[in-house]
């Protein structure tokens, strides 16, 4: 295929102009991402967001909830607040539900004007309850398949799935592959059985996958591969997706998923110890280029109409590649030294076992005995007890990661490699998909940052503060350790004199 660069001009952005585009999961993670993507670099004309009354906000002040994030702060000086909400359509609706709970008139709004749809809407809890990940991973996607059909001017059905879902390929192909069971069976099996029937079944249906995230994923994936002959649909696979290399600003997040859940318990002094295979390495992209990848795949799709290329993985390993020690090492150093966390139970510590009783040991010793005695003095001093509970989530939360940082996965991304070489520099620049420039010390701290302003919104005027108490838990730590090592050394030497010299002597 003739690869035209256009004289260096961006030809990506202008594929949106006067396009009506579809985003489900929009107040997610990558769906936020991808919503300001779309606003500050390309020219499309409409937004409609699928949302659902959550927690008594409406769709429409969750809507406002988006805007106020600070990801969007670059874009609303660009263009202005008022701009936007009128590039932005709420749809009340739920994928959950049937017929997504979408009105009449809603459904005939996007079936009349919608060209792309973008279904990013998950549950991305491992140890979600079966049934719930089934209608929300599986039948969602069902249901918006169904609605794509209705869509008269359809361009492009993206369905944002994992690369995480295939776990029995050791290296994942760019290809459809076979889904665990049929997704219609399963789908009609959680529709009519009751929860706890269900529930008790979980196991067994699951098989050897070890979540129902994977497991109904894969699903959703063989309904979106079975549509293929009906509709022009894409899948995306991106891998674990983390906070933003650069754009619109370094380090946001909005979440504790990943890299960035361990980076703060580290730095936090919690985690203390990790069963692990130190030496493997998970795949990370940054969320800045994982919805470049989106608009660049849409436009190969569309644009250049290379219909050949419809699986595509947003992955980073083949050229970056940081072990789990790697990253926990960055994380103690530079919340150690660089950017500390307030309020740390510990100074920044602790290593990975490479097997599970020596992990459970230092686990009892260094999370469960500190956590009892630091919440019985917080009991008698007058304060909740707190580090029980975050103990209590963190082994629950290891139970899923140990299953993925203990096994190893490569994948191949041909096709993303290939998008690299239809692209001229000013897309290169505007659409980053690869990772030249990226330095991974900067990238961690910036990830750091990150959390400390977006998820723990602690204020850049609390750091002095920060860096005291650090100092202050440095020389606690020593002396506490000099106390373990003496008194250790102390009574070994005492038996030793007992039980050897003085029968000598």
Not at 55 to 79: H, Y
Not at 143 to 158: N, S, T, V
Not at 359 to 369: S, T
């Amino acid at each position: 295929m003739d690869i035209d660069m256009n004289d260096g001009k961006d030809r990506i952005g202008p594929l949106f102009r006067d396009r009506h585009v579809l985003i489900t999961g929009g107040t997610g993670f990558m769906g936020k991402a991808l919503m300001e993507k779309l606003l500050r670099c390309t020219e499309v004309a409409k937004i409609y967001l699928l949302v659902r009354t959550k927690k008594g906000r409406t769709p429409k002040s969750r809507l406002e909830d988006i805007f106020a994030n600070p990801l969007f702060a670059t874009v609303i000086e660009l263009r202005g607040l008022d701009v936007l909400l009128n590039h932005c359509v709420v749809i009340a609706g739920d994928v959950t539900e049937p017929d997504l709970a979408i009105s009449e008139e809603d459904r005939r709004l996007i079936t009349e004007n919608v060209s792309i749809i973008y279904h990013c809407a998950a549950t991305i809890r491992f140890d979600e309850a079966l049934r719930k990940a089934v209608m929300l991973n599986t039948r969602g996607t069902k249901l918006m398949i169904e609605l794509a059909k209705q869509c008269k001017k359809l361009d492009m059905f993206g369905y944002v799935s994992t690369s995480y879902c295939h776990l029995n390929e050791k290296l994942l192909l760019e290809k459809p592959y076979a889904p665990p069971a049929d997704p219609h069976k399963v789908i009609k099996a959680v529709e009519w059985l009751e929860d706890e029937v269900v529930e008790g079944m979980t196991s067994k249906i699951l098989g050897e996958c070890p979540n129902t995230y994977a497991y109904t994923k894969a699903l959703a994936e063989a309904l979106v591969v079975e549509s293929m002959k009906d509709i022009p649909a894409v899948i995306f696979r991106p891998s674990i997706v983390v906070p933003t290399w650069r754009e619109p600003l370094s380090g946001w997040t909005d979440n504790i998923n990943g890299p960035v859940g361990m980076l703060i318990g580290a730095g936090k002094g919690v985690i203390r110890s990790m069963y692990c295979n130190s030496d493997g390495y998970g795949d990370y992209l940054p969320v800045d280029f994982g919805v470049s990848a989106i608009c660049v795949c849409t436009w190969n799709y569309i644009g250049r109409k290379d219909y050949t290329r419809n699986i595509y993985h947003l992955v980073s390993s083949a050229e970056i590649r940081v072990s789990w020690e790697g990253i926990i090492a960055l994380g103690k150093s530079i919340t150690a030294d660089k950017v500390p966390l307030n309020g740390i139970f510990w100074y920044p510590g602790g290593t990975m076992k490479r097997y599970r009783w020596q992990h459970n040991l230092a686990a009892l010793f260094f999370h469960w005995i500190p956590a009892v005695l630091i919440d019985c003095l917080l009991f008698v001093l007058g304060y909740k007890p707190v580090l029980c509970r975050v103990h209590r989530r963190i082994a629950k939360g290891f139970e899923v990661f140990e299953y993925y940082a203990n096994n190893q996965w490569d994948f191949d991304n041909a096709n993303v490699t290939f998008l690299r070489t239809t692209m001229n520099e000013a897309e290169k620049t505007k659409f980053k998909i690869d990772a030249g420039g990226v330095v991974i010390d900067e990238y961690f701290e910036n990830c750091i940052w990150g959390a400390r302003r977006f998820i723990l919104k602690e204020t850049d005027d609390t750091l002095p503060a920060a860096r005291r108490h650090m100092t202050v838990m440095w020389w606690v730590d020593k002396i506490c350790k000099a106390i373990i090592y003496g008194a250790f050394f102390y009574y070994v030497g005492l038996w030793l004199y007992n039980s050897v010299f003085s029968s000598v002597f």
